[in-house]
């Protein structure tokens, strides 16, 4: 079975550099608002890296993905940049 996700960290880095304009800070709040009730500060995203972005982005698809019973789904460990919320 195929990796579900909307970005597939192989295909953004293969060829070229992985630049911030990958994942944007409001389609990095809008992934986390499926997540969580209180997302991270939109200033707080802009100090992340590209490989941190790419990381919490993937982690939130699946968690928002399995959250609708869908087994196929493999969850991951949350990223240390998101312990805090909830």
Same mark, same amino acid.
Not at 55 to 71: C, G, K, M
């Given at each position: 079975? %195929?990796?579900?996700?909307?970005y597939? $960290?192989?295909e953004?880095v293969?060829g070229? %550099?992985?630049? &911030?304009?990958? &994942?944007p800070?409001?389609?990095? %709040?809008?992934a *986390?608002?499926?997540? @969580?009730? /209180?997302? $991270?500060?939109y200033?707080s995203? *802009? #100090? +992340?890296? $590209?490989?941190?972005?790419l990381?919490v982005?993937? +982690?939130t698809?699946r968690? /928002? @993905?399995?959250?609708?019973d869908?087994p196929?789904i493999?969850?991951? *460990?949350? $990223?240390s *940049?998101? #312990?805090?919320?909830?």
């Amino acid at each position: 079975m %195929q990796r579900i996700t909307f970005y597939s $960290p192989i295909e953004l880095v293969k060829g070229r %550099q992985l630049t &911030l304009d990958d &994942l944007p800070v409001n389609l990095m %709040q809008a992934a *986390l608002s499926l997540v @969580f009730e /209180h997302i $991270p500060s939109y200033e707080s995203i *802009l #100090q +992340w890296t $590209p490989l941190e972005r790419l990381l919490v982005y993937d +982690w939130t698809i699946r968690e /928002h @993905f399995r959250a609708s019973d869908n087994p196929y789904i493999k969850r991951r *460990l949350k $990223p240390s *940049l998101l #312990q805090g919320f909830k």
